[in-house]
């Protein structure tokens, strides 16, 4: 069965109520650079488990942000729903698979691969070495221009913490804190987003 909303269904009347996740999960990396979008997010899918009710709902994890609030999300508010995390499904050349990649050009798609591949890098140079909080800034920042010497306009790529998305501190980074590169960046006019977890 699919239940399958108009947007009157949903909003018959005007939204004057709406949900605020805390400015540490909202307000950054995504939420930076698209204000009040996880607003919107937290707002309208109260509103579909409202009308569903569902025991479980399968999230992507590509949108990594996105499930971090809707996991917390549900766990404020004591709402029975389990969330499960699905895994992102990539193309043969590791792109993250997404309706925006139809907007890549055919020279944008060859390049496109390169984000997951600087995710790799990264991921492999803090599981590696462990940095300290200066190194790993220097080795975000290399990212950011490496992406920026092939044409990109990179928007943020940075290490986080996976279970709250704040940035890790010299302690998580010398212990066994799960981590997680996240990464945002315009090829042409597409924005794609992408992120590697870090055991």
């Not at 792109?95 to 890098?121: D, G, M």
């Amino acid at each position: 069965m699919l239940f399958a909303p108009t947007e009157r269904d949903l909003y018959p009347e005007p939204q004057d109520y709406r949900i605020t996740p805390p400015n540490h999960l909202g307000n950054t990396l995504e939420g930076e650079f698209r204000p009040g979008f996880f607003e919107g997010v937290c707002t309208v899918v109260t509103k579909l488990f409202n009308c569903v009710q569902p025991r479980v709902a399968v999230f992507g994890k590509k949108d990594y942000q996105q499930l971090m609030v809707i996991r917390n999300l549900v766990k404020q508010l004591a709402m029975p729903i389990e969330i499960i995390a699905a895994p992102t499904i990539r193309a043969n050349d590791g792109l993250a698979l997404s309706s925006r990649n139809a907007r890549l050009s055919e020279t944008e798609r060859l390049e496109a691969p390169f984000l997951f591949k600087q995710l790799h890098v990264l991921a492999n140079q803090v599981q590696s070495a462990r940095p300290g909080l200066n190194q790993l800034l220097e080795m975000q920042s290399h990212a950011m221009q490496a992406l920026a010497q092939r044409g990109w306009k990179p928007d943020y790529f940075e290490v986080r913490r996976q279970r709250d998305l704040v940035r890790p501190t010299e302690q998580n980074l010398s212990d066994n804190t799960a981590l997680v590169v996240l990464a945002a960046a315009r090829l042409g006019e597409t924005r794609l987003i992408d992120n590697l977890e870090i055991h």
